[in-house]
């Protein structure tokens, strides 16, 4: 079973539009954490944000939050006010605190267009 | 401050030739992670040390590959004798303790094997 599931495999927003990125996780781990990275066409991996399991409060950075739904294994990134230059790739992951190892298990990524 | 540092950023080479990618983790680090993208696969971790210690290799696809960490500052991933089918982005990542740290990436390794 796919641990990550990121069913979007593009996604299109004009700039100055807020666009949410789905993803889906799947663990029987209670303690666990959510990340996500932005792939640009220049390949590198940028770490954006994250969401632990036990988190009370949704995560945020700039114009980025996480739309965290912990019930539905969920864990979307949304992203405000969308700029010509947030088109990339981009992965959510999760690594699973309790099985001792630090694993990050990837999604199959979204890419995201951000029009003029 | 100096984030991971990968060398070389690309590589092209021929099938049969050994290749050695090199890896720098970030001050202070003390879990390294080397990770191989392609298209078909996607970002699969290869291997993982905490503390100069592998803990983790399982997903070394074949004894071709090799990792060591010397040193805290330090890590390579060789391959001997490399095949067209390893051709990929390898990355190397480092983060800071067991708790929920990100990873920070480096920019990647490019390689082709001719």
């Known amino acids: 079973a796919q641990k990550i599931t990121q069913t979007q495999p593009g996604m299109f927003v004009q700039e100055k539009e807020a666009v949410t990125l789905d993803c889906t996780y799947d663990?029987?781990?209670?303690?666990?954490?959510l990340f996500w990275y932005k792939q640009p066409s220049s390949g590198e991996m940028i770490f954006l944000i994250y969401?632990?399991?036990?988190?009370?409060q949704n995560a945020t950075e700039g114009r980025y939050s996480l739309n965290f739904q912990k019930a539905r294994k969920s864990a979307n990134l949304v992203i405000s006010a969308s700029q010509l230059g947030d088109s990339a790739m981009y992965f959510c992951a999760m690594r699973e605190v309790n099985t001792g190892f630090q694993k990050l298990v990837f999604g199959t990524g979204t890419r995201l267009l951000v029009s003029p | 401050d100096a984030g991971v540092i990968q060398s070389p950023r690309h590589e092209v080479t021929e099938m049969g030739q050994e290749v050695t990618l090199r890896c720098k983790p970030i001050?202070?680090?003390?879990?390294l992670f080397w990770y191989r993208q392609t298209m078909m696969r996607g970002l699969e971790l290869l291997i993982y040390?905490?503390?100069?210690?592998?803990?983790?290799d399982s997903g070394m696809p074949e004894d071709r590959f090799s990792a060591k960490m010397p040193n805290a500052s330090f890590s390579t991933l060789k391959i001997q004798p490399s095949e067209p089918r390893d051709s990929a982005v390898y990355f190397c990542?480092?983060?800071?303790?067991?708790?929920?740290?990100?990873?920070?990436f480096g920019d990647g390794t490019r390689l082709s094997i001719l």
């Open positions: 001050s202070g680090h003390n879990s």
């Open positions: 990542a480092s983060s800071l303790g067991q708790g929920p740290q990100p990873q920070h």
């Open positions: 969401q632990g399991s036990y988190d009370q």
């Open positions: 040390f905490n503390n100069n210690v592998p803990i983790d």
């Open positions: 663990t029987s781990d209670p303690s666990y954490g």
